[in-house]
């Protein structure tokens, strides 16, 4: 029976301690815009990214490109050579992952024309050539590579990375 006098007491508290009802808020009105927008200023366009550039290799002579651009060679047997149609292909498909590192993409598929990167570099059959811009040599393959691969042997290079550390930052 205490038991019982106690859990009416204790509701009884409970419901005091609510107090009394409130009345809800009245309702708000959010006043709508009569007035035309406000013109927005047209945003500034972009900086233009660089753009891949791929030349026929008997069209640039090495000296054109010293301390200028890092030249990527491509040299086949042939243009429908297999290993060359692949290259050219894995080249076009991510083309700003190489601009933005000053590439020059040169072809030659034509060994009887003897262009002097042919010359100078003498590739047998399918031959992908990386060098840097003093014109040395800093990979060469006998395979396709991608442009991340060739990106990253680009990057490992001490000049890459003094380039780097002197280029501004972007914010």
């Not at 038991?3 to 009802?21: C, E, F, P, Q, S």
């Not at 047997?77 to 290259?87: E, K, L, N």
């Not at 100078?120 to 990979?139: A, C, H, T, W, Y």
């Amino acid at each position: 029976m205490v038991n019982k006098r106690w859990a009416i007491l204790a509701a009884a508290i409970a419901v005091a301690g609510m107090g009394a009802g409130t009345p809800p808020p009245p309702p708000v009105s959010i006043p709508r815009a009569t007035d035309p927008p406000a013109v927005v200023a047209e945003p500034e366009p972009a900086p233009a990214r660089p753009q891949l550039e791929i030349h026929a290799a008997a069209d640039v002579s090495p000296e054109e490109l010293l301390f200028n651009a890092r030249p990527v060679i491509v040299f086949a047997p042939s243009p429908d050579d297999p290993a060359f149609v692949t290259q050219i292909d894995l080249l076009r498909r991510d083309p700003q992952a190489l601009a933005q590192r000053d590439v020059v993409v040169l072809v030659d598929a034509d060994p009887a024309a003897q262009s002097a990167w042919r010359s100078r570099l003498r590739p047998v059959n399918f031959s992908l050539v990386v060098l840097d811009k003093q014109g040395m040599v800093i990979e060469r393959k006998p395979f396709p590579w991608t442009p991340r691969e060739i990106g990253r042997a680009i990057d490992k290079t001490p000049e890459a990375r003094s380039e780097r550390v002197r280029a501004p930052s972007d914010g």
